[in-house]
């Protein structure tokens, strides 16, 4: 059969499109080899060479195969190992020429006082009171009668008014500005220490003042017994009343950060025993936590104070509890909502009682809280050691300052030393350490660096280049063969 002239020139430029095909492939493999021979990957050009036997060829798959495996094996390990997030806590003591005291708040157990009641109010508290472990009040008592009570003016009015006898600081006389009071929910104590704005510093030597913030003067102190705090306190006897801690005698103080968001003091700090002299050794100990995913720190938005604390946190989620139950706060809550007058207080008071006694799902726990613990804070530990006066003393000297020795406490509260400790959390296995570990597993077992990944992303854009030509001549092929037939 005789070919046309058409055909015969569609046939030459099939050869040719099937040359170009097959140098292509050629290109191809070139490429292939040229990399295997430059790559900073040892030992893989072994494989590929043509001019080592099989057997050589085989040793070297086997032994770059092993390696790979291997190295695998450790990088996955180790980005377990990183997404685990281990941490460390790293504790140090440092030393300085000044220490900032904390807010101490002191209040009595005796939370009324008995002058400032009239005898329906006197009634009121024993019906609360008097039966409170056994969750029983007294049936005669009509409720509405108390309805004028808010419990903030109530408080303010009948709560015992605990005024030192004597308060030295650094063997001076405290000044007026470091003297305050808090509200708690022990009733309206002292707080010396002021307030945020206002704190007292113990230093190396000298005399001490108190120190305003933003304002970084001050007059150094020395440190030890005698350059602290000393505070002498007695509790009238006379004005002794039913209430919530009735079976107690003496005082309960706290030991705080100056601005700390302490309202509730029945779970904190220690007591003063009536006669007794109560020294108190003071450490000061830093702590910077991490956030997540590391750590738990953290912080939530509080509608009552401007910077978070737990503390404050706990407080308002206590305060939410008690409006969810008895529709109002009690005095010491933060927050705008109505204060809670002594008629809710008594049926409140009541209806959570039934709720500890049935067990309810709905009683109060901190731990249901959603209040991180701060990233930063400061904390006071405090080593209590409680003294009783020489008799010998009190029958010489019974009254000191006003205070009736036999009857008075007296709190001494003070650094041993100018130290601190500071505990800082860090990551054990942080992306650096990650990075060392991958390419060290890569270096040793293969040879290869991080610049290898490069040549391999490199090699790979080349090779698809040529598949994707490869493809699209074929296709060109097929088309022009299907047209000219």
Known sequence: MKLTEAQNKTLDNSEKEKQKLENKTI???????????????HGLRYVFRSDSNIMRRLIWFCFILGGMSYCIYIMCRSVNDYFEYPTVMRSKTKYEPSSVFPAVIICSYNIYQKSSLTPKEERLLESMFNNYGSKTFDKEINVTDYEYLDGME???????????????FHSRECRSEIM???????????????????????TAIGVTKLRMRPSVSFYPTRKGLGEGLDVGLEQNESEWTVGPYMYYSGF??????????????RHRGFSLLPGDITDAVLSRKETTLLPPPYGQCGEVKLANYDRYTRRGCLNECEANYTIKQCGCRYYYHPGNEKTCNYAQVFVCLQEIMKLYENQSKDIFSFSECNCPQECFYI????????????PQYTSRFKFVGGLDLSKGTALRLYYPN???????????????????????????????????????????????????FRKMQQRQRKNSISVNS
């Open 27 to 41: 290109a191809l493999w070139i490429a292939a080899l040229r990399f295997t021979d430059n790559t900073t990957m």
């Open 154 to 168: 109530f408080m303010k009015r009948t709560s015992f008014k605990t005024v030192p006898d004597w308060c030295l």
């Open 180 to 202: 305050g009071t808090a509200v708690t929910d022990m009733g309206i104590c002292i707080r010396i220490g002021a307030n945020a704005s206002s704190t007292l510093e113990q």
């Open 252 to 265: 309960r103080v706290s030991i705080d950060p100056a601005d700390s968001h302490i309202t509730t003091l």
């Open 379 to 390: 904390e006071y530990k405090v080593s209590v050691t409680n003294t009783k006066r020489s």
């Open 418 to 468: 100018l130290e601190y400790t500071v505990v800082t959390e860090e990551a054990v296995y942080s992306f650096e350490k990650l990075m060392c570990d991958i390419g060290g597993a890569g270096g040793l077992f293969l040879g290869c660096s991080f610049a290898t990944l490069f040549e391999f992303c490199d090699f790979s854009f080349d090779i698809f280049w040529i598949w994707l």
